[in-house]
């Protein structure tokens, strides 16, 4: 099933000033736009890329109101593409691994896990197997810091998911109410 959604992007907070109204992916938004300071999510669940063709840092947003950028913990007010975020409804399941290709210490999860380090051994993961729904890495504890998207499929590295280093402190699964 195809996802369907619809995103509203505003040029200043507070849902100010010009906007562009979108329902599909979008891998460049700067026609449309030139900074974005506020999002109306009103159906499905998506990633907002800070630069052209979904690159850069990646902010998930579920459906609600975001009357400035840091209420999606932006780092400034430059998204430049968008997509929609696919299987987030049903079973969630990944498997994270303390080495790459799928080596060394295994934790699997069915839940959202607010603090990696409560719960593995492990300080790094190197790699991740998404095998239901769709997860967002959090660099930091408690949902925090720099976000990664990992849809169902398998990411031998942390650079395939986008990453810089194999940093994880927290995940949770994405879904769409």
Partial sequence: MERVGKIIFYEDRNFQGRNYECSSDCPELN????HCNSVRVESG????????????????????????YQRWMGYNDSIRSCRIIRNTSGTFRVRVYERPDFS???LECTEDVANLSERWRAREVHSAHVQEGAWV????????????????GEYRRFSEWGAMHPTVGSFRRIQDF
């Fill in 31 to 34: 026609t449309h736009f030139s």
């Fill in 45 to 68: 669940c998506w990633v907002l890329y800070e630069r052209p063709n979904y690159l850069g840092s990646q902010y998930i947003l579920t459906r609600g109101e975001y009357p400035d």
């Fill in 104 to 106: 060394g210490q295994l």
């Fill in 137 to 152: 890495f959090y660099e930091h504890p408690n949902f925090r810091g720099r976000q990664y998207l990992l849809e169902k």
